[in-house]
T-cell receptor, first 117, second 109 residues
């Protein structure tokens, strides 16, 4: 498995509380992604990063923010969690070194299961 | 806008039978297509990609630009093929990846 870890792996929280999920990689890959996985919807892109301090929105970015201050860490924050954000969150990384072309393969973390009561 | 459609939520076949998992896409440009698989208690992982023209674990997928499809096929299904399969697309620069809703394949003995 690629060196990618997510924390926490499980979290239960209450509506209105802030939540931060962390993704840490040891592969020095340029691209990092946050997806949510929901039955019937598959994987939907929340935000992604193409470098330190460089991020962009995905399909379902409302209610989420991200930060990437170091190559290895990509944080996903729910400022005020809602029940609709109950989901399994996956971090993924992809190569694509500067000046080179990515192979296009995503490597996934094990997922973080978030329950918002 | 980009979209990946997998019409079947669940596909059940018997061992040894052929299997085809359907994937249709819409994309304004030339997409790169992929199939990802998630086995029970394992991480989501790449199965195959269009650009490599490869066959992995007996699976193949042909890109049909006229029908905007990228169906995944295997002539003889095995029980170990039981998993969740996702079709995905990206632009030529591989910066964003979009996934379908997934098809759960159940291969019965």
């Amino acid at each position: 498995d690629a060196g990618i870890t997510q924390s926490p792996r499980h979290k239960v929280t209450e509506t209105g509380t802030p939540v931060t999920l962390r993704c840490h990689q040891t592969e020095n890959h340029r691209y990092m992604y946050w997806y949510r996985q929901d039955p019937g919807h598959g994987l939907r892109l929340i935000h992604y990063s193409y470098g330190v301090k460089d991020t962009d929105k995905g399909e379902v970015s409302d209610g989420y923010s991200v930060s990437r201050s170091k190559t290895e860490d990509f944080l996903l924050t729910l400022e005020s969690a809602t029940s609709s954000q109950t989901s399994v969150y996956f971090c993924a990384i992809s190569d694509g070194t500067s000046g080179g072309r990515s192979t296009g393969e995503l490597f996934f973390g094990e997922g973080s299961r978030l329950t918002v009561l | 806008a980009q979209r990946v459609t997998q019409p079947e939520k669940l596909l059940s076949v018997f061992k040894g039978a052929p299997v085809e998992l359907k994937c249709n896409y819409s994309y304004s440009g030339s997409p790169e297509l992929f199939w990802y698989v998630q086995y029970s208690r394992q991480r989501l992982q790449l199965l195959l990609r269009h650009i490599s023209r490869e066959s992995i674990k007996g699976f193949t997928a042909d890109l049909n630009k006229g029908e905007t499809s990228f169906h995944l096929k295997k002539p003889f299904a095995q029980e170990e093929d039981s998993a969740m399969y996702y079709c995905a697309l990206s632009g030529y620069n591989f910066n964003k990846f979009y996934f379908g809703s997934g098809t759960k394949l159940n291969v019965k003995p």
